[in-house]
C-alpha cells in the first residue's frame, strides 16, 4: 500500500468512515429487544422490521440482534459490545434503554443510535416513535360499543406516558359512545412476562370485564380472552391466531418502512438525529381487520373514526376534557398539544384508580 493511501485510509478511521465502509464490507446494524423475538408482539413487530432491512438492501447490510435484554446495566453491556464489534447503527426498541443509551452514545459519537420511544436526543441519538393512542381510540370505540357489561379491563404494564396516553384515549373513546362504561386497571409492571399477563386478565374476567385490553406484549390475555368467551384486542400485531372468536381487532406496528428509510439515511451519508412520531396517516400505526362479530354498523363508524385519526380531521384528545380530579385539562374544541402528550402522567375524568409511582 502506498503512504498515500495509507494516509487516506487513517483519515477515513477517524472520521468513522472506514474499515468496513472502505472495503465494501456491509453497514453492520444491531437491533435490542427487551422481550423475546417469539413473543408475537412487540419485539416480534421490531425483528420484522429488521427483517425488511435485509430484504431491502440485501448483502449490503449485517444485522443482529439480542433479545430478551433488561432494562439496565444488560442494555449497557450489550450495546458496548455492538459498538466495540463494528456495528454502526443500533436500534434500541424499549423505553427503559433510555439510560443505557445515553452513556453508550457518548462513548461511541461515531456510533448511531436510534431510540424507539425515547426522548432524549444527541447528535448521534435519534427518537421514534408511533401514535398508538390513535390505534387505542378505534379499538377504545369498538369496545365501548361491543361490552354488554359495561365493564372493560386493561392490563397496563408501566405508568410512563405512552402507557397513560393510551389508557386515556381507549377510555374517552369508549365513553364517548357508552356512557356508562368503566375501566379496570390491573398494573402487572412487566413488557413481557405471559403468566402475569394471563392473571391479569382472569383477574379482569372475575371483575366483570367482558372485553380486554393490554399494553403488554405477549398474547396470553387473547389466549384467555378466547378459552373465557370474552374480547379481546391483539397488541402490536394482529394475534387472530391466539383468539379467533376473541380479537376483535388489533393495533399493529409497522417498522419496517422506517427502519428501512433510516438505513437508507446512513448509507447515503444524510441520516441526523431526529424525532419522529408518526401514526395511522403516514401507516406506522395500522389497524388490523375488524371481527365480522361486530356489527356492520359499528365497523363502519370504526372506520370512519381511523380515517379521520389519518387525515387529520380528527385528534384522539378533543376537548372538553377534565383531569382525574375535576380540573379542566382542555376547553370545548382544544386539541391537546404534543408536548403534553409526550409528557402524560395523569387520568382524565372518570378513569378509576390512581396512577402508581
Do not use: C
Not at 466495540?84 to 459519537?109: C, E, M, N, R, W
Request: positive net charge; without cysteine; aromatic residues 10%.
Amino acid at each position: 500500500m502506498t503512504l498515500f493511501k495509507t494516509i487516506v485510509l487513517a483519515a477515513a478511521t477517524a472520521l468513522g468512515l472506514a474499515g468496513a465502509a472502505q472495503a465494501g464490507e456491509p453497514l453492520k446494524i444491531g437491533f435490542i429487544y427487551v422481550g423475546p423475538v417469539g413473543d408475537f408482539g412487540w419485539s416480534h413487530q421490531h425483528d420484522v422490521g429488521r427483517k425488511a432491512i435485509k430484504a431491502a438492501f440485501g448483502n449490503k447490510v449485517q444485522t443482529a440482534y439480542v433479545e430478551s435484554v433488561s432494562e439496565g446495566a444488560d442494555a449497557e453491556r450489550v450495546m458496548t459490545q455492538m459498538a466495540l464489534s463494528g456495528t454502526k447503527l443500533i436500534f434500541a426498541t424499549s423505553f427503559g434503554y433510555g439510560d443505557a443509551v445515553k452513556k453508550v452514545a457518548k462513548q461511541f459519537p461515531n456510533v448511531k443510535f436510534e431510540h424507539a420511544t425515547g426522548n432524549w436526543r444527541a447528535p448521534n441519538v435519534a427518537t421514534y416513535s408511533a401514535r398508538f393512542y390513535q390505534g387505542r381510540t378505534v379499538i377504545g370505540h369498538i369496545a365501548g360499543k361491543m361490552t354488554k357489561t359495561n365493564t372493560i379491563g386493561y392490563i397496563a404494564s408501566f405508568p410512563i406516558p405512552e402507557v397513560m396516553r393510551g389508557i386515556n384515549a381507549a377510555y374517552l373513546a369508549a365513553k364517548a359512545v357508552n356512557p356508562k362504561v368503566r375501566f379496570k386497571i390491573i398494573w402487572v409492571r412487566t413488557w413481557f412476562d405471559p403468566g402475569k399477563e394471563a392473571d391479569a386478565a382472569n383477574a379482569l374476567i372475575r371483575q366483570g370485564a367482558d372485553v380486554i385490553m393490554q399494553h403488554t406484549d405477549s398474547p396470553a390475555a387473547v389466549t384467555i380472552a378466547e378459552k373465557k368467551g370474552v374480547y379481546a384486542f391483539g397488541q402490536a400485531t394482529d394475534m387472530q391466531k391466539f383468539g379467533p372468536h376473541a380479537q376483535l381487532s388489533a393495533i399493529i406496528d409497522n417498522w419496517g418502512p422506517y427502519y428501512v428509510k433510516r438505513v437508507k439515511a446512513v448509507m447515503d451519508g444524510t441520516w441526523k438525529s431526529t424525532n419522529t412520531w408518526d401514526g395511522i396517516g403516514p401507516g406506522m400505526t395500522r389497524i388490523g381487520p375488524f371481527s365480522d362479530v361486530i356489527p356492520a354498523g359499528v365497523r363502519a363508524s370504526a372506520k370512519a373514526l381511523e380515517e379521520g385519526l389519518a387525515k387529520g380531521t380528527l385528534h384522539s384528545f378533543t376537548g372538553p376534557i377534565r383531569r382525574q380530579d375535576g380540573s379542566i385539562w382542555l376547553k370545548a374544541g382544544e386539541v391537546a398539544d404534543d408536548k403534553t402528550l409526550e409528557t402524560m402522567d395523569f387520568f382524565v375524568e372518570g378513569v378509576e384508580g390512581n396512577m402508581p409511582k
